[in-house]
């Protein structure tokens, strides 16, 4: 054991709260004992430290490094030291490791900050956000945008990508979506995103992957970009081939040819609007939506104007709201353009007819009674439309067995009627004859499939009985196909359990009793559009096999529209082992690629005016994340 070293307090003279932590240390000189003035000694550690007059940077420094959790007391205050105690002041002394458990949590969530909320890497070059972030941890040092570019989110992507891998390794079946877009800087992407079934039949939708397209927008290009992904991501499933749902385009068809994907089914959304457009094409009505375009451009380019309509409105007690301008390329815009202007027509007529804009006015034309007829009746014509593509859009629920049933609704709705007028009867004609002939035979073949499969929708009621009978015999080869190919692989003991759900062998071969949703007392939007051709009807008892399910399934009750039919299907999956696998493969296929498009907005607030030079690799990573990402 070390003799204890001797101190000297310093001097009641020195004010430095770092002397109470330091005095001089005793040394011998000529057989006596004085203080040495040239170093000072640590009273905690007993190291020394040399010493020049009045200067204590040294010893403050260490006390920094090596007693930081120790309180420098304030000149003038009396203050107790308690070993092993963090006080205020000592919390705001030295820095954070950047290695260091807090450091780490604050940058990560920096990262996530970035990807949630689709900030710009340079947010931590901001003299605000600095701020903050001083005033909330002191001891904190911000990394450089390069360090949360190069390693913080490509750590979290790979995070990401990890779970996103596992939810698609689950996966029995796995469809995909694709479209491409053009950031700011007008590089072309091209985006692939996924959706699966999983085995609480639930619909999860993951964004796999944004790729440049540098070269031209072919379907050669695209198709290498669709074979990459199902390569990257595993795709492929060994009784079960990938659909792939598209626009229309003429370069999709090649794509997903050239790229061997076995079922391609276009966006019945796209094919709504492709149908509409042609519809407002015609002259009348492209006319009528001219005259109201004008009227709604003059009050958004008039302050004056706008100002006379707001007074209008109160006058007249009518809603304030604005006049909308239509897209072009949106025709739901030119239906909510035309319905504003029929719900402000008298506040429109009074406006124009007012002596502060009257004279700048001239040439813009109210609607007269017969086109406010026309208007009016378009509307009426076109709103189930918009009702079906909003209905097409969600992404928790099966959409791709609505198809059948809404393509049939349209086409009921466009039947001529002989109180028609002119322009509502060529617009009818035109979208009717734009509607039909858009699927090929297989495709709807297979959509008829995916419609029987739905239990809301298994009756079938827009075709007669002989179709009917004719769409579950394709049910049933391709159940007897499925358990074939599983008979097959048990035989070769190639068949893994990923396709079976642990539950079966806990329910057995007994039925679970059907509980059907109570119907909501207001009727919901797919209510409106199919709640008069589709009804509940009695269950009855059934037989043997494949044929036993088939036959069982179609004596089983209708489910109300407003039923989830994936909860449904795992609620009798027991019932039927192999038309719940079929279920669970077609309906995980969406109607639209909504999901796809609903990146461009995303990458639209990451891809900036100010972030247009954003490397495509970042851009990738920042849209995988923010679709991804699980914060909770």
């Known amino acids: 054991m070390e003799n204890e070293v001797a101190i000297e307090d310093a001097p009641a003279t020195f004010k430095s709260p770092v002397w109470r932590h330091f005095g001089f240390p005793i040394v011998d000189i000529n057989g006596g004992r004085v203080a040495d003035k040239t170093?000072?000694?640590?009273?905690?550690?007993?190291?020394?430290?040399?010493?020049?007059?009045?200067?204590?940077?040294?010893?403050?420094?260490?006390?920094?490094r090596h007693h930081s959790e120790l309180q420098l007391a304030v000149p003038g205050k009396r203050v107790t030291l308690l070993k092993g105690q963090a006080t205020l002041t000592s919390a705001f002394g030295p820095?954070?490791?950047?290695?260091?458990?807090?450091?780490?949590?604050?940058?990560?969530?920096?990262?996530?900050?970035?990807?949630?909320?689709?900030?710009?890497?340079?947010?931590?070059?901001?003299?605000?956000?600095?701020?903050?972030?001083?005033?909330?941890?002191?001891?904190?040092?911000?990394?450089?945008?390069?360090?949360?570019?190069?390693?913080?989110?490509?750590?979290?992507?790979?995070?990401?990508?990890?779970t996103v891998v596992q939810t698609l390794k689950e996966a029995e079946t796995i469809a995909i979506t694709t479209d491409g877009w053009s950031s700011r800087n007008t590089q072309r992407y091209i985006t692939v995103t996924a959706h699966v079934i999983n085995n609480d039949w639930e619909m999860k939708s993951v964004a796999l992957q944004t790729r440049p397209l540098f070269e031209s927008h072919t379907g050669l290009n695209i198709a290498e970009v669709l074979t990459a992904a199902v390569t990257e991501w595993e795709l492929q499933r060994a009784n079960h081939g990938i659909a792939i749902v598209t626009d229309n385009a003429h370069n999709m068809d090649v794509a997903v040819r050239e790229a061997g994907l076995e079922l391609h089914i276009k966006c019945f959304a796209h094919t709504i609007n492709l149908a509409t457009q042609a519809g407002l094409r015609v002259v009348r009505i492209s006319r009528l939506l001219g005259r109201v375009r004008r009227v709604a451009a003059f009050f958004h380019r008039s302050t004056t104007a706008a100002a006379v309509l707001t007074s209008k409105q109160k006058q007249l007690q009518l809603p304030p709201h604005k006049l909308i301008m239509d897209v072009i390329t949106r025709w739901n815009s030119s239906l909510d353009m035309l319905e504003r202007y029929l719900e402000q027509q008298e506040a429109i007529a009074a406006s124009l007819a007012s002596p502060q804009i009257k004279h700048n006015a001239r040439d813009i034309d109210t609607l007269d009674s017969s086109h406010i007829r026309v208007a009016e009746d378009l509307v009426k014509l076109l709103k189930p439309l918009k009702t079906a593509t909003t209905v097409l859009c969600d992404e928790k629920t099966p959409t791709v067995s609505l198809i059948v049933p809404l393509k049939s609704m349209i086409q009921q709705s466009m039947a001529p009627n002989e109180d028609d007028s002119t322009a509502i009867a060529n617009t009818k004609s035109a979208i009717l004859n734009n509607i039909s002939g858009r699927y090929s035979e297989d495709v709807y073949h297979c959509l008829l499939e995916c419609t029987a499969l739905d239990p809301r929708f298994r009756a079938l009621p827009q075709l007669d009985h002989g179709q009917r009978e004719a769409v579950f015999l394709r049910v049933q080869d391709k159940a007897k196909q499925l358990e074939q190919n599983q008979i097959t692989d048990e035989e070769t003991g190639a068949r893994g359990a990923a396709g079976e759900d642990p539950t079966d062998k806990e329910q057995g071969a007994a039925r679970a009793e059907?509980?059907?949703?109570?119907?909501?007392?207001?009727?919901?939007?797919?209510e409106d559009l199919l709640g008069d051709s589709f009804s509940a009807e009695p269950a009855d008892q059934s037989i043997q096999g494949v044929e036993r399910e088939i036959d069982m399934y179609k004596r089983e009750a209708s489910i109300p529209l407003t039923s989830c039919p994936l909860k449904w299907w795992r609620d009798n999956r027991s019932q039927y082992p192999l038309l719940s696998q079929l279920a669970k493969a077609y309906l995980s296929i969406p109607a639209t690629p909504v999901p796809s498009e609903r990146v461009f907005s995303t990458a639209g607030d990451i891809v900036t005016a100010q972030r247009s030079q954003l490397l495509p690799e970042n851009v990738d990573i920042l849209i995988f994340l923010k679709k991804n990402m699980s914060i909770s």
Do not use: W
Request: aromatic content about 6%; glycine content about 2%.
């Open 39 to 64: 170093q000072t000694i640590c009273k905690h550690c007993k190291r020394t430290l040399p010493y020049t007059a009045a200067n204590t940077s040294n010893m403050q420094s260490h006390m920094q």
């Open 95 to 162: 820095k954070l490791l950047p290695s260091s458990a807090r450091a780490t949590a604050i940058t990560r969530d920096i990262g996530i900050f970035m990807a949630v909320d689709m900030r710009p890497f340079s947010v931590v070059e901001n003299e605000g956000f600095r701020r903050l972030l001083h005033t909330l941890e002191p001891k904190y040092t911000i990394p450089s945008r390069v360090h949360f570019s190069r390693t913080v989110l490509p750590k979290l992507y790979e995070e990401s990508k990890a």
């Open 514 to 526: 059907l509980q059907v949703e109570e119907p909501s007392s207001k009727r919901t939007a797919l």
